[in-house]
């Protein structure tokens, strides 16, 4: 449990001034004559609005985003709220309306083909919910995919490829379809592609939404532990809030194709921007989002016998409470910094609780 | 009856003038461009008379084998074959094989260009299927005559009917194979960087190669259909004596050798589906969501 909550830790080592995505009022509207759907948005009409008058779809509705460089940054909204149009946005795989994105400070709007061709194939890889593995290939070409299509020789890229299929845990699959494997196999392959890209930007849609929980659960982990090590920067999408407070340094929560909220998970969860939003927080896991930071108590008392990173969450600090009354909070050079104990924990798990309000 | 509203003497004139002047100005232009099918053709059939008849019969028996690892398919190719030979109908099947292999290979060449470009534009699509629809409805012998005019009696206007009858099949299947790729690994491919290019040659063609030879299994059936008309129109072969057959009034000749060109057809069609069957299994088409 103590690994775990290290995961945490390693990430945000941020550049505030050098986001490795920005999107500026980003917009996208589905159909043949956007501009007239774009005036009415404008306006401040509702998604249903347009729609209505326009048969036009709002996809994304003005959307600001700045995704720093190292984090797992997570999307999250319900089914139809725009998550896959604006990841599609970030690798141009769909086009805006209206908006600008700059990826590793370049306009990636302003690239022409051939510059997008090379952007992709070099600078940014995808996961997808659906997988999108070639049946005709064998895993170990799967993987090895993106690194052909960037013209990498055939005996590196398979080299290559080998690495990261033992990486996520496929060694011996490598010569098998597709479609011998199992869902939570064929997303190890699919994460294991994007992987092998060696990119420093990596973008997930909902990669573990098709996946049995405990499939998913271990899918998760295992991506923790991995950008432990790697450090990139994900964007992550997900529709499951409880996902997004377990990967997620920062969650964005979207609705009708606009930003309703940006923030920490503990952010989001303590205070939610809107009903909508408190809808989620209602029925989440708040152990699993609250981190230690916030509810200890601060100052230098003596060394605790057990201790645990600021970004640990309250979940992984309950079970060590078994065998100690207090537990110590380390900063990121390890020195303690703070200290709870299980009444704090509980209280704050409690007091969030909306049922009884802000008592 | 309907009233003669217009007089259609000048229009029929004017198109039979038209046809006469393109025969007699362009007719030698014409023919030298059609040469390389001829000699495809001729190639083709020297090539498989020249071929002993165990050897001709022991290979397609083993191309079943292959395709089917199974004693069943095989055992199929060689009756029918056995049949054609002790039918001493040999020759004759071979002179259709080869118009059959000429004309499939020419339909495929041109078609699966076609299906491609249609696959990737709404406008072709809308152009080329009614010209499609056209070439499937009009009865041959409509574009037999002029190409016959042209080129005479013989095998080029045999050969030029029959690819015309036997391609839109594919031309339609190809469209539709690359059209149902699953939008899902098309997308995957895009966000890799590839050009439209290597996806059409690296993931589209390879995925829809199972309904592209669909495709080309019913332009075979169809080429093979073709077989008697073409023969009226100087291709020889099993054609050839089913309309001698008729013309004599011998209902044997003409039946043994209906029953022969059944015989090739069964052959073709139940390799080139086995295959067909033999890719969608190697790549799961459909079993991969
Ligand atoms: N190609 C498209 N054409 C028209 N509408 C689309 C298209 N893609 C997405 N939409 C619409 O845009 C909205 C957002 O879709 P999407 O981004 O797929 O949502 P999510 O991934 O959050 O489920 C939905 O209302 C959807 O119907
Ligand atoms: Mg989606």
Redesign the pocket.
């Known amino acids: 449990m103590t690994e775990h909550g290290q995961l945490h830790d390693a990430a945000p080592a941020a550049v505030p001034d050098d986001p490795a995505i920005v999107m500026r009022g980003v917009t996208k509207i589905?159909?043949p004559d956007p501009e007239a759907a774009l005036a009415l948005l404008r306006e401040g009409r509702s998604k249903a609005d347009v729609q209505a008058e326009t048969g036009h779809?709002v996809?994304l509705d003005n959307v600001s985003l700045d995704i720093a460089r190292g984090q797992i940054y997570v999307v999250m909204?319900?089914?139809?709220?725009?998550?896959?149009?604006?990841i599609r946005h970030v690798n141009r795989l769909i086009e805006p309306t209206a908006g600008e994105i700059v990826v590793n400070g370049e306009k990636v709007l302003d690239m022409t083909m051939a510059q997008l061709g090379d952007f992709r194939r070099n600078r940014i890889a995808m996961v997808f919910q659906k997988f999108g593995l070639l049946p005709h290939r064998s895993v170990i070409d799967n993987v090895a995919y993106g690194l052909e299509t960037r013209g990498v020789g055939r005996a590196e890229r398979l080299e290559k490829a080998a690495h990261w299929i033992g990486i996520v845990g496929l060694s011996g699959y490598e010569t098998s379809r597709p479609r011998q494997l199992s869902g939570g196999q064929q997303q190890r392959v699919g994460l294991a592609r994007a992987l092998a890209m060696d990119t420093d930007i990596l973008l997930m849609d909902?990669a573990f939404s098709a996946l049995d929980p405990l499939i998913r659960s271990g899918m998760q982990e295992q991506l923790l532990e991995l950008q432990s090590s790697l450090n990139k920067t994900i964007l992550f999408?997900t529709?499951d809030f409880d996902e997004a407070l377990k990967i997620g340094n920062r969650i964005a929560v979207?609705k009708d194709?606009a930003v309703q909220q940006v923030g920490r998970p503990e952010e989001i969860v303590l205070n939610p921007a809107n009903a909508h939003i408190e809808e989620f927080v209602r029925d989440v896991n708040k152990a699993r989002a609250i981190h230690i930071r916030t509810v200890m108590e601060e100052g230098a008392f003596e060394p605790c016998e057990m201790a645990m990173p600021a970004d640990a969450r309250c979940e992984d600090v309950l079970p060590c409470f078994d065998q100690h009354e207090w537990v110590g909070v380390l900063d990121g050079t390890g020195r303690q910094i703070g200290r709870v104990r299980a009444r704090q924990v509980i209280k704050a798990l409690a007091r969030y609780a909306p049922s009884n309000g802000q008592a | 009856m309907f009233p003669e509203l217009i007089d259609t003497r000048p229009l029929r004139r004017a198109v039979d003038d038209g046809l006469g002047w393109v025969v007699r100005n362009w007719g030698g232009e014409l023919e030298a461009a059609a040469y390389p099918l001829l000699m495809l053709l001729n190639w083709i059939e020297r090539l498989l008379i020249a071929t002993p008849w165990w050897l001709f019969i022991a290979f397609f028996v083993g191309l079943a084998f292959v395709a089917t690892r199974n004693w069943r398919l095989p055992l199929v190719v060689f009756l029918g074959l056995i049949f054609l030979g002790l039918m001493q109908l040999w020759r004759d099947a071979m002179i259709t094989t080869a118009l059959m292999v000429a004309a499939t290979l020419t339909a495929i060449v041109v078609s699966i260009p076609v299906g491609v470009w249609m696959s990737r534009s709404e406008r072709v699509r809308q152009m080329v299927t009614p010209v499609l629809d056209l070439m499937q409805t009009l009865p041959s012998f409509v574009y037999l005559i002029p190409t016959v005019m042209i080129f005479g009696p013989g095998k080029i206007p045999a050969l030029l009917a029959t690819i015309v009858y036997a391609s839109p099949p594919l031309i339609r299947l190809t469209d539709l194979g690359l059209r149902n790729v699953d939008p899902a690994v098309m997308e995957a491919s895009r966000a890799f960087g590839t050009s439209s290019t290597q996806r059409l040659f690296g993931v589209q063609i390879p995925l829809a190669l199972p309904t592209i030879l669909a495709g080309i299994n019913q332009t075979t059936m169809m080429a093979l259909a073709m077989v008697v008309i073409a023969s009226m129109i100087g291709a020889g072969g099993l054609g050839y004596q089913v309309l001698q057959g008729i013309g004599r009034l011998e209902v044997s000749r003409g039946l043994f050798a209906g029953l022969g060109i059944v015989a090739l057809a069964i052959v073709f069609d139940r390799i080139t589906q086995a295959y067909g069957r033999r890719i969608q299994e190697r790549i799961g088409v459909g079993e991969v969501r």
Request: without cysteine; glycine residues 32%; neutral net charge.
């Open positions: 589905f159909g779809v996809g909204g319900l089914s139809g709220s725009g998550k896959s149009t604006l909902e999408i529709h979207l194709g």
